[in-house]
Nanobody, 125 residues
Framework: QVQLVESGGGLVQAGGSLRLSCAAS????????MGWFRQAPGKEREFVAS????????DYLDSVKGRFTISRDNAKNTVYLQMNSLKPEDTAVYYC??????????????????WGQGTQVTVSS
């Protein structure tokens, strides 16, 4: 069983930055593709970013490209989401998710087996 705990959310002004962290416990973190998703009030959950097992490949939602960076530290069992130049439309609950062992990259939520509880990000204008 994999447990994921997000941290780092908060309230920030437009143009500011936040770094989200997701600490994983359980087997084989380094063998799992990891992803970040978000859900704004009244909207569907959407893919934000994903990173492969080694960290050599990443994928992003078009609207966050150039502003957000996903990374991971397999020695610390942690995945990060650095968010710069934040906009009010980035306001959402952000979730960390893990794919099954040795599974590839993916942007669909149903491909991920484990989810964190979420952390709130609020960007004021």
């Amino acid at each position: 069983q994999v447990q994921l705990v997000e941290s780092g959310g908060g309230l920030v002004q437009a143009g500011g930055s936040l770094r989200l962290s997701c600490a994983a416990s359980g087997p084989s973190f380094s063998s799992r593709t990891m992803g970040w998703f978000r859900q704004a009030p009244g909207k569907e959950r959407e893919f934000v970013a994903s990173i492969n097992r080694s960290g050599s490949s990443t994928d992003y939602l078009d609207s966050v490209k150039g502003r957000f960076t996903i990374s991971r530290d397999n020695a610390k069992n942690t995945v990060y989401l650095q968010m710069n130049s934040l906009k009010p439309e980035d306001t959402a609950v952000y979730y960390c998710a893990a794919r099954p062992i040795n599974a590839g990259m993916g942007a669909r939520g149903d491909l991920y087996s484990y989810w964190g509880q979420g952390t709130q990000v609020t960007v004021s204008s």
